[in-house]
């Protein structure tokens, strides 16, 4: 929670110098200068193919880490439940531990009760304040806007979204909860897809903790039935039940019976990161339980394992020892087979190569860039002499932190002829980190092959003069027969 909302909070104030006439925020969506600033790295809007790689990466991301280890997404870094943790603490911190928000809220209405719920939800409004004011940093100078919002400066925009993210920072974080990620998010319901039985996820060793109970008499296992496990869930769940749909992975309960365990003198792990696969030879469990004389179910995946109470209260049945540790000469296979597997390596393999692929694009594409579009109304005018025009506009992007100028070419039939609007020469000035349109004009004279041919490939160059740094971009020129 600390490390991810730092992050959030105060990544828009680190500054980076870019030189002149540049942002110096290290990472900015600038959508009145259309740019995406991060660090180094400036995406502008014809790039937008590196935002889609990136997401993309995170896709892959998500399903590597779900194969491998669960729903550590939604468990450590999801937002919804960074944000609900924090709320969470907060009302720990105002209203007290469990038993006494519970004691809190069965309460009637008095004095201290108004109190605490005022000062909580004073607390949470703050929160979700500065959390909607975080946002909004990212899309302007964070300093100017800062000053600009306590001041009533800052535009109405600004103040618009700082409110609606406020309003839904509290409702889905300190109110909704558990219920955003049941209800709303489609993930618990794609994460099936993306785990197998050589998953590690948060599960409960039952093998191991049946029958559960509080008798030191031998014939329960290691499981007290204390309910810290499930009183610690953020979902509200009972991990003892089996793998279900709305356990984020947060692994609290295996924190919470940890320390049962200590306290009681048992080995940890009786809840842990386990998969399915890590559990011990079904037959073994089969000859285990089956020393108990009553209370055998069968689980779903077959396992047999002894009921909780039923043994102990059965009329005229003797105790039974029951066995909790592992069967002699069986380990849980080690993590690195867990995330070493088939599809993990096929995942990684797959994201490496995109992440490669966007590096690689990121440091061979050039400084200055063009566009050319056909002006196609008309396709072509006959000037009176004879001759045919072809218009243009073409958009220069010059990437430095100055201005250059760049000289125009072309390469087609040489019989074409070259002018820009507004210019005696063929250069042109293009202002720093701007894009500059052009209007161009291609003419073909009266007897030249090109006026009467229905097209002719043209090739347009750009040469920085400061440089020599060239670009170029193909279209067509559209002669009298052009159909
Ligand atoms: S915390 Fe451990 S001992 Fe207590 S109920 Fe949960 S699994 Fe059983
Ligand atoms: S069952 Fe355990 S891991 Fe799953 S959500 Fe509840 S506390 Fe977190």
């Known amino acids: 929670m600390a490390v991810t909302l730092g992050i959030y909070y105060l990544t828009p104030f680190i500054r980076w110098d870019r030189g002149p006439n540049l942002p110096d925020q290290a990472v900015l969506v600038d959508l009145a200068g259309r740019r995406f600033y991060f660090f180094w790295i400036e995406i502008w809007p014809h790039e937008f193919y590196f935002v889609a790689g990136l997401l993309i990466m995170a896709g892959l991301g998500l399903f590597l880490f779900t194969s491998a280890l669960g729903r550590v997404w939604c468990g450590y870094t999801c937002p919804q439940t960074v944000w609900t943790d924090l709320f969470i603490a907060t009302e720990r911190w105002i209203e007290g531990d469990r038993n006494a928000r519970v004691r809190l809220w069965k309460a009637g209405w008095n004095a201290r009760k108004i109190r605490l719920r005022v000062f909580k939800y004073v607390v949470w409004a703050i929160i979700g304040l500065l959390t909607g004011g975080a946002w909004v940093f990212y899309f302007a100078d964070a300093p100017t806007l800062a000053v600009d919002l306590v001041t009533g400066q800052a535009a109405p925009v600004a103040y618009i979204t700082v409110a609606i993210l406020t309003a839904t920072t509290v409702l889905m974080g300190g109110i909704a909860r558990e219920q955003v990620c049941i209800y709303m998010c489609p993930w618990p319901r794609i994460q099936g897809a993306m785990m197998d039985e050589g998953t590690l996820t948060v599960g409960y060793r039952d093998w191991r903790g049946e029958p559960r109970g509080k008798a030191h008499d031998g ?38 019976c ?30 285990r339980a089956a020393v108990v004389p ?34 002699k000469g069986w380990q849980p296979q080690p993590i690195w087979k867990h995330v070493l597997r ?24 050039p400084e200055i860039d063009m566009t050319v579009a056909a002006v196609r109304n008309p396709q072509f005018v006959v000037l009176s002499d004879g001759s045919v025009r072809n218009a243009y506009d073409i958009r220069l992007r010059n990437k430095h932190g100055e201005e250059r100028a760049f ?3 072309l390469t087609a039939d040489d019989t074409l002829r070259i002018s820009l609007e507004g210019r005696t020469d063929l250069t042109v000035p293009v202002p720093a980190d701007a894009t500059f349109r052009q209007r161009v004009y291609v003419t073909a004279r009266p007897g030249d092959a090109a006026a009467f041919a229905d097209r002719t490939d043209l090739r347009f160059w750009i040469e920085d003069i400061v440089s020599g740094e060239r670009a170029h971009a193909d279209t067509h020129f559209f002669g009298r027969d052009m159909q």
């Open 219 to 256: 014939t329960t296992g290691d499981c007290i039935d204390c309910m810290a496990c499930v009183n610690v869930c953020p979902m509200g769940i009972d991990i003892r039940e089996g793998q279900q749909m709305a356990c984020i992975t947060c692994a609290l309960c295996i924190d919470a």
């Open 258 to 287: 940890d320390d049962v365990m200590d306290r009681i003198g048992k080995p940890r792990g009786l809840i842990d990161y386990l998969a399915l696969s890590d559990q011990p030879p079904a037959d073994d469990i089969s000859q």
């Open 294 to 327: 009553l209370g055998v179910s069968t689980q779903a995946d077959g396992v047999s394992i002894p009921v909780a109470g039923q043994a102990r209260s059965a009329p005229n049945t003797a105790p039974v020892p029951i066995i909790t540790t592992a069967p």
């Open 342 to 365: 088939p599809r993990t390596i096929v995942y990684t393999v797959l994201w490496a190569a995109i992440g490669v692929g966007l590096l690689f694009a990121l440091f061979i594409r």
């Open 407 to 409: 000289h125009l070419s």
